[in-house]
């Protein structure tokens, strides 16, 4: 996309920026593995991506105006401003660990801080640019998005559902209607957002260029390698989607052994208790008090492990398709991950000539 300095890394299609993403998370998230530093790690991966796009759901509060009484309306609008202030705010916070994990992930840091303040000069054009394009996009979806609400309300009341009656088959093709639309408009956000993380993001972090100049490269690629864009999008997809239900089955499973730990703990701990004359209110009340958290709280520290498992290899996967058509990134990269080069049969670049036969052959 750009010229730079002289790196050995060419050009990788879809395919073959697997492997080298792979590699990259395990050096990232694994080496050297502490489990705080690493959940750490993944807790920012999955915090940066809530900040993919800006969307002010908030505002939705004000919808309910006209079923309000006069006299709270006033409360109702300054609540909604006042939450929509504090949601735009962490949105920035969690905007700007989206970049420091960006460089976490391509200069293979350990610790937040130093990325967070060598991202810092691109931070407000990064935010503000998508909080732009998210709320545009909510802007342009509000308008039909209320006229389906606003038909389902409607069509509640004519609706035979009498305790006893079979619900009528337009309830469930009204449900399924909003449940599309609105898959189809995260399925938007999601493309747009990625595609700005992963082509205008990187530009920005790593050496401060403008907005303009990051748009120019992304369409220069567009346009002369429309087919690699386009099997970039599709493999992100496929591996966003196999990853996920891979990883939701081993949560799963971990989860199903921690179960099973607290459950023998559980009956230990029935068995000292009934031994001890307390009685059985007492020992449930013990028992969701303590086994309530633990269940809850097992299963947020597994998921954050899991999600950031896969967040951290879809920063990667993007970094090195991206590389070897930004050489500043490929430098970066390389620097931080002491390899044999890659090599592509597309390279931007002719291969370099075979080394030299040694004198003793």
């Known amino acids: ?90 949105y ?122 990051a748009f120019r490269r992304l369409w220069v690629f567009a346009r002369t390698s429309p087919g690699q864009l386009l099997g970039y999008i599709a493999m992100k997809f496929v591996l966003f989607l196999g990853g996920y239900i891979g990883l939701s089955v081993a949560v799963n499973l971990v989860l199903m052994l921690v179960l099973l730990v607290v459950a023998v703990v559980a009956l230990l701990g029935y068995v000292v208790l009934h031994a001890l004359g307390v009685g059985n209110n007492a020992m449930l009340v013990i028992g969701l008090v303590i086994g309530i958290p633990i269940l809850y709280g097992s299963m947020f520290y597994f998921m954050i492990y899991g999600v950031g498992i896969l967040l951290t290899f879809d920063r990667a996967y993007a970094a090195y398709f991206l590389a070897g058509r930004y050489p500043l990134l490929a430098e970066a990269l390389e620097r931080s991950t002491p390899a044999e080069p890659l090599r592509s049969p597309i390279g931007m670049w002719p291969p370099p000539p075979p080394p030299a036969p040694s004198e003793s052959q």
């Open 1 to 90: 996309m750009i010229a730079s300095r002289y790196t050995s890394m060419l050009p990788l299609d879809p395919i073959q920026a697997i492997s080298p993403a792979l590699r990259r998370t395990g050096h990232v998230l694994f080496t050297p593995f502490r489990v705080g530093r690493t959940w750490k790690l993944c807790a920012t991966a999955y915090l940066g991506f809530a900040s993919t796009l800006f969307v002010p759901w908030p505002l939705l509060y004000l919808a309910a105006i006209p079923w309000v009484p006069v006299g709270f309306r006033v409360f109702l609008v300054v609540g909604t401003l006042v939450f929509t202030a504090l949601f735009f705010w962490l």
């Open 92 to 213: 920035l916070v969690f905007s700007r660990l989206q970049l420091a994990f960006f460089d976490i992930v391509v200069h293979r840091g350990e610790m937040v801080a130093p990325a967070w303040h060598r991202t810092a000069p691109a931070r407000w054009r990064w935010s503000l640019l998508k909080a732009a394009v998210g709320t545009a996009i909510s802007a342009v979806v509000a308008v039909p998005f209320g006229e389906i609400i606003v038909k389902m309300v409607q069509t509640l009341p004519r609706l035979n559902l009498a305790p006893g009656h079979p619900p009528d088959p337009r309830l469930f093709g009204a449900i399924f209607g909003f449940e599309l639309c609105l898959l189809l408009v995260m399925g938007i956000m999601l493309l747009v957002g990625g595609l700005l993380s992963d082509f205008v993001m990187p530009p920005l972090a790593l050496e401060d260029a403008g907005l303009a100049e």
